[in-house]
Each structure stands twice: as structure tokens, then as C-alpha cells.
């Protein structure tokens, strides 16, 4: 019984009371979840939802909803500071924080226009500006987001 006891129920009492205790772990290993990731989880909940529906004239008003959830997450994430600028040289590293900061902004700005299509019921395009916004989004991605992760 004392060698069963060890061999098959030890391990899984271990991993009973350390699964829960995996995103602490976790977050002790310096693997937090940044608040840029928080705001970019909003944006593709946001962004995700407004891509399948904004053909559809009948929703614009909640399209419009979606699009103030992208403007307010991306307002927020100009202030931000992406991990990977930790990665770059010193020297390096004001031109990163700059160019990723201004991309931002410039994102937030391709709102206005998205926006007013919404507004007028110009939903071929609305479909073109978020279109638009994706391109933006993946070569944001690309400059300024570590490689491993998913998006
Ligand atoms: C529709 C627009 C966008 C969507 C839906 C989106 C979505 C996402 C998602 C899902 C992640 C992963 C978050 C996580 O790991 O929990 C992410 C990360 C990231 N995104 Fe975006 N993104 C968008 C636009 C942009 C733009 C325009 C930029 C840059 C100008 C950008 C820069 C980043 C960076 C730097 C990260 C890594 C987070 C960090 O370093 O802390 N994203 N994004």
C-alpha cells in the first residue's frame, strides 16, 4: 500500500494542487500577461466580430459599438510599450518605442473614416477600411510583436 500510495497516487495529488497553480507559476516566471496583450485581446473580440458583420447594413449600430471598443483599446495602446522593445539595443530602443507609437496612432486615426461609412449605411466601404485595418494589423504584428505568439 505504501509503495502504491507513492507511485500512482502521489503524482496525481501533485498535479491536483499544482494545476491551479499554473498561471501563478507562470506569472512567477516573468511570463505575465502585459497590459498591451489585455488591450489586444479586446481589439480581437472587437475586431474579429465587426469583420464578419460589416456587410450587413441592418447591424451598423452595433458595428459602430465595436469599432468605439477598437477606438478605445488602441487609444490605449499608443501609451503602451510592446515586450519586444526590451529585447532591442539601448540605442535602438526610443526609434522602436517611436515608430510603433506612431503605427498605433495611425491605426486609431483609420477609425474616422470607418466610422462615417458606418454612419451614412456605406457599407462596401466599410468593408474596404476594415480590410485596410487587417493589413495594418499584421504588418503592426509583424515590426513590432514577438514571432512566437499567436495573432
Ligand atoms: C485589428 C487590429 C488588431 C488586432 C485585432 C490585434 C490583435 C492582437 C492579439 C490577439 C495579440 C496577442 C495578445 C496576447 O498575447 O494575449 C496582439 C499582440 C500585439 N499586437 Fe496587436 N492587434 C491589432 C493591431 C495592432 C497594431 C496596429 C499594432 C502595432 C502598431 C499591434 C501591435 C501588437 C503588439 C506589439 C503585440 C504584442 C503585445 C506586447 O508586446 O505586449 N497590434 N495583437
Not at 507511485?7 to 507562470?26: E, K, M, V, Y
Not at 516573468?30 to 466580430?49: C, I, Q, T, V
Amino acid at each position: 500500500m505504501n509503495s502504491l500510495l507513492k507511485r500512482a497516487l502521489l503524482p496525481i495529488l501533485a498535479l491536483a494542487f499544482l494545476t491551479p497553480a499554473l498561471p501563478t507559476l507562470r506569472a512567477a516566471a516573468g511570463e505575465k500577461h502585459s497590459a498591451l496583450e489585455d488591450a489586444m485581446d479586446k481589439m480581437n473580440g472587437a475586431f474579429r466580430k465587426l469583420r464578419r458583420q460589416v456587410t450587413d447594413a441592418t447591424k451598423n449600430a452595433n458595428s459602430l459599438e465595436l469599432v468605439a471598443t477598437l477606438r478605445a483599446a488602441s487609444e490605449e495602446s499608443v501609451k503602451l510599450v510592446p515586450k519586444l522593445a526590451a529585447e532591442r539595443p539601448e540605442a535602438e530602443r526610443p526609434a522602436f518605442i517611436a515608430a510603433y507609437k506612431k503605427q498605433m496612432q495611425e491605426f486609431t486615426a483609420a477609425l474616422a473614416p470607418l466610422e462615417a461609412a458606418l454612419k451614412a449605411d456605406n457599407n462596401a466601404e466599410a468593408e474596404k477600411i476594415v480590410a485596410d485595418l487587417g493589413a495594418r494589423q499584421k504588418q503592426g504584428h509583424k515590426e513590432f510583436k514577438k514571432q512566437e505568439k499567436k495573432g
